[in-house]
């Protein structure tokens, strides 16, 4: 049901149990982290119905300071959390073997620009299905051309991904176009 060699793309159709997954790992977090987190959602294409996805949970953890979040190295680990990398906006720790890596763990500043155009991104596609299963066309073709190059099949969804989070923005330009 989950999990991917890391590396590689490979989309399934989507799995109602995939929510079941993220709210599973979700309270197992919480429990472990407590009173350390503002909130945890399911974001990527796993918490996006009727489109095709890696199988591989995502999750954005946010918090009131990014710098907080070293003090979650150790009780993540617990969990079989490792730290991945560092971007700009968030932290990534990863769960699963690099042959079998089952959750993302995208810890991010609650509120900050990550957490909402992520956010953004994952409601607008609930919210207009067609947009969802373009942006699920889309990813099958990336899939097809770039199966073992996870760089290229991500950078070609970011224009999608961009103008997604602007029409999600600007709803008054979505009615419009209708």
Known sequence: MIGLKRGTVKLSPHHQKWDQAFRKEKSRTLEKLDNSIVAIEHIGSTAIPKIPAKPIIDMSLGVWRLKDAKKFIKPLDALGYHFYKKFQQQILFARGPDRKRTHYLHVMKYNGAKWKSDLLFREFLLRHPARARAYGALK????????????KYTFGKSVFITKTIQLASHPSKVIAKQ
């Not at 099958?140 to 760089?151: C, G």
Request: charge should be positive; aromatic fraction near 8%.
């Open 140 to 151: 099958q073709k990336l899939a097809k051309q770039y199966p073992n190059d996870r760089e």
